[in-house]
């Protein structure tokens, strides 16, 4: 398409979001402690109601943590610019500025090994887990992604590739390969941020939700519809106001491609961000998923150029085979749900199936044939990812049926109220416990872990809460 470049390379921006509790708090939860999230309890009187969190100036006391964190990371190089707060009560987030993308993963596991380390010393306890409170937001790590050439252009920078390259049709093309990917392979999308805690985040409270598509904005959806049917000129974002209704402030002009908080995947500007990750994940997989699929793309377009097809030929072909995946819409409405339905598009809602994507014919063909990982190193992986996701259900199994049986049926029982309910329960999970301790299958013994997590501990999670509300504090 008439620019040389040295090569392609991925760049990324974490952010990283956590809690930040009271460690004294966090010590009397065997729950907390263990499995990294509370297992039982009802959501008190007041939660994220007053959105006062958010807007609020920072604590002091977590203030000084997040500072002594930002030094810290600055002495091992590592740029922790961003420090906020975030919406539920506890919850904060930092970030870095972008990066190559080898260095930003093994740097945000630094930060967040410095996380749990300094946080001790001001007697906190950092939560990394993506749903440690029911009831409240849970925590993300946002994967902003972009592709760049070697010289330092952004490829996703529209302005910045007619500058640089002089060729409107560049921009165009990338991003729908981009949407090809997407739509083409979702399933691995979704198999990428199974961790074990996106089981109860996605779906609501700005996590997006289980179903896979892309967020365009309205001008670059106009922009890419256009382009698909024929139209060529440079993509220049149409500008976006908002009047506050205030003499002081006035009107104010805001980026034309702001961020849909429902998409698992929107275009931001410049980069799309990833938003469905875990915040608890390493995200070499993620990032490696997003760069194979792309670049099968890439392949896919490139070898019908190079047999004599033009660019934006081969691009709006795909856009048409592929719109779809596009939504620009509230991604938590009942009304999305039927749609995509309808559309044909992947929805994987528990952890356990997305897992198992990873062993599906076509992503061995695909992760094989450009030379990223064999079959044997894909089933490897998706095999860890079952594991841990059963050690991590057994554990919070085991610790439910200890804290109902040890501590909560003797208070309760001593305030004088009826345990019967709450014993069939905890009966229940012991039984589908033992299920699960007895089978051998992995693949299996996920699919009971899943069960056991989602359907009986839930169940016996509801009783037991309801119980807490009629005993006297004293005695719970």
């Excluded at 365009?216 to 698909?228: Q, V, W």
């Excluded at 899943?450 to 509801?462: C, F, G, I, T, Y």
Aim: with cysteine; net charge negative; proline share 4%.
């Amino acid at each position: 398409m008439g620019h040389t470049t040295a090569g392609v390379q991925s760049n990324i921006g974490l952010e990283q979001e956590f809690f930040l509790i009271p460690r004294d708090s966090y010590d009397r939860r065997p729950d907390l402690q263990q499995c990294g999230r509370t297992i039982l309890g009802k959501m008190p009187p007041r939660g994220q109601e007053m959105c006062d969190h958010y807007m609020a100036p920072m604590n002091q006391h977590a203030l000084n943590c997040l500072r002594d964190i930002q030094h810290e990371a600055f002495k091992l190089g590592i740029p922790l610019k961003t420090r906020h707060r975030e919406v539920a009560p506890n919850q904060y987030e930092m970030a870095p500025y972008f990066g190559h993308v080898t260095s930003q993963i093994d740097q945000n596991l630094l930060v967040m090994q410095l996380c749990e380390e300094i946080a001790a010393k001001y007697e906190l306890a950092a939560l990394f887990q993506e749903k440690p409170f029911s009831g409240i937001n849970g925590s993300g790590k946002h994967n902003n992604w972009s592709l760049g050439t070697k010289e330092g252009l952004n490829l996703m920078n529209a302005g910045q590739v007619v500058e640089v390259t002089g060729n409107v049709d560049i921009f165009p093309v990338i991003m729908a390969a981009v949407v090809t990917a997407v739509d083409k392979h979702s399933d691995l999308m979704r198999a990428a941020i199974a961790d074990p805690g996106n089981d109860f985040r996605l779906g609501a409270m700005e996590a997006p939700p289980s179903i896979i598509s892309t967020y365009l904005g309205e001008s670059l959806t106009e922009y890419m519809e256009g382009f698909k049917e024929g139209k060529r000129g440079e993509y220049k974002p149409k500008p976006r106001t908002v009047d506050t209704g205030c003499e002081l402030f006035g009107t104010l002009e805001v980026p034309t491609e702001d961020r849909n908080r429902t998409s698992p995947f929107p275009y931001g500007g410049h980069r799309f961000e990833f938003r469905a990750v875990g915040s608890a994940q390493n995200v070499s997989l993620v990032n490696t998923v997003l760069n194979t699929m792309c670049a099968d793309a890439f392949k896919e377009f490139a070898d019908k150029i190079e047999g004599g097809m033009k660019p934006a030929d081969v691009a709006a072909a795909a856009l048409k085979e592929h719109w779809k995946i596009i939504f620009n819409g509230n991604g938590y409405s009942e009304e999305w749900k039927a749609e995509a339905g309808k559309r044909g598009l992947c929805r994987i809602d528990s952890g356990v199936e997305a897992m198992e994507q990873l062993g599906a014919a076509k992503n061995l063909e695909m992760f094989a044939k450009l030379g990223v990982m064999s079959e044997e190193e894909l089933m490897a992986r998706r095999d860890i990812a079952m594991e841990h996701y059963i050690g991590l259900v057994e554990i919070e199994a085991g610790c439910m049926i200890d804290m109902i049986t040890q501590h909560i049926v003797p208070s309760v029982k001593e305030a004088g109220i009826s345990t019967a309910q709450m014993e069939a329960q905890c009966a229940k999970v012991k039984a589908k416990y033992e299920e699960l301790e007895h089978e051998q299958d992995t693949v299996k013994k996920a699919k009971i872990a899943r069960e056991l997590r989602l359907d009986v501990m839930a169940e016996a999670r509801k009783v037991v809460d309801d119980v807490e509300s009629a005993c006297p504090a004293k005695n719970w």
